[in-house]
């Protein structure tokens, strides 16, 4: 089977893609950071790095410090897709991600989006 082309896609050139979406909706790219610290276990220090280099998707996922356990609790549709259906476990955390983003595009306050 053929991975998805998303998995060999750089972080570095899908983060900004996330920061411009919440900023169009008034957001911050500090929240974006902290959403994802809290899903992948990475400091912003980490994450500063990540981003200086050549990290896929696939990699920032497999690679990510500490899963946040909570983020089963993520449930609704990102692309036409539940998310927690989708059966590929790379691919279900990125719509994880996906989905945690399109929640602070959306107005949901922070605790909410982090399931606190």
Not at 6 to 28: D, H, W
Request: aromatic share 6%; net charge neutral; charged share 35%.
């Amino acid at each position: 089977m053929t991975k998805h082309r998303v998995y060999s896609m750089s972080f570095a050139s899908v983060y900004p893609l996330y920061v411009n979406k919440a900023e169009k909706k008034g957001r911050t790219r500090a929240e974006v950071d902290e959403i994802i610290c809290w899903l992948t276990g990475h400091s912003r220090k980490s994450l500063e790095t990540l981003l200086d280099s050549k990290t896929d998707m696939e990699s920032f996922i497999s690679d990510a410090p500490e899963l946040n356990p909570a983020r089963t609790l993520i449930k609704g549709v990102v692309c036409g897709v539940r998310v927690e259906d989708v059966e590929e476990p790379i691919m279900r955390e990125l719509r994880y991600l996906d989905k945690l983003i399109d929640e602070l595009a959306r107005g949901k306050a922070m605790d909410k989006i982090l399931r606190s």
